[in-house]
């Protein structure tokens, strides 16, 4: 069946780079999405990628995609206090739009 | 754009009764909504998918008499907790999409329900 796979936790210091992993089972998903939460809050749309891409940078945000290996990755640029939250990847199954989650990568920023 | 919106954003009612939460999507029309559910430090659990003017359909294990949905219009979708007990206490979620190539899902900033 499909599964999305995340590491758990990720502490890294301001300014540097961040970069948060996943892999996924679905060879034939579509679009892959990362979202991001914060304590209390719903999911913000980071960005997505389209399975036929294999790269996407959007300012300080770069996705890399290796469709081969079905790893997927998120980078952050100069990573500040106010990127630590959760970050969900996910990946759109064929029916109807479903999303499959990843466990979540808690990001902790310290000053 | 993309904005959905969720009422209330947090509720704490008394065992026994119901709670109706509702997700609006405010500037666009939502082919399709869905209901999470997210306990602390933990993923979302897809509860249902609802479709305009149409049953919603459950995944396993989530009891459809229990959590009862509607999706009256192309901007509102309700869920409605019936008999609320303690251990349905937890984070509540709606995504919506709204169309278009990607079918993006835009999530509503979520419900946090108490039962006592």
């Known amino acids: 069946g499909e599964d999305v796979e995340q590491s758990l936790f990720l502490s890294v210091r301001e300014g540097d780079s961040s970069v948060i992993n996943c892999t996924y089972t679905?060879?034939?998903?579509?679009?892959l999405y990362w979202y991001k939460q914060e304590p209390g809050a719903g999911l913000q749309l980071l960005t997505y990628?389209?399975?036929?891409?294999d790269m996407k940078q959007d300012q300080r945000l770069t996705v890399l995609l290796n469709k081969k290996d079905k790893h997927l990755s998120l980078r952050i640029a100069d990573t500040q206090t106010g990127d630590s939250a959760i970050y969900f990847c996910a990946e759109r199954a064929n029916q109807g739009g479903k999303l499959i989650f990843g466990q979540g990568t808690e990001l902790s920023v310290k000053p | 754009g993309a904005v959905v919106s969720q009422h209330p954003s947090w509720v704490i009612c008394k065992s026994g009764t119901s709670v109706k939460i509702e997700c609006r999507s405010l500037?666009?029309?939502?082919?399709?909504m869905f209901w999470y559910r997210q306990f602390p430090k933990q993923s979302l659990m897809l509860m249902a998918t609802s479709n305009e003017g149409s049953k919603a359909t459950y995944e396993q294990g989530v009891e459809k008499d229990k959590f009862l949905i509607n999706h009256a219009s192309l901007t509102l979708s309700t869920l409605t907790v019936t008999s609320a007990h303690p251990e349905d206490s937890s984070f509540y979620i709606c995504?919506?999409?709204?169309?278009?190539?990607?079918?993006?899902?835009?999530f509503g900033p979520g419900t946090r329900l108490t039962v006592l």
């Open positions: 500037d666009f029309q939502a082919t399709t």
């Open positions: 990628i389209f399975s036929n891409m």
């Open positions: 679905d060879s034939s998903s579509t679009y």
């Open positions: 995504s919506a999409i709204g169309g278009g190539p990607t079918n993006t899902q835009y």
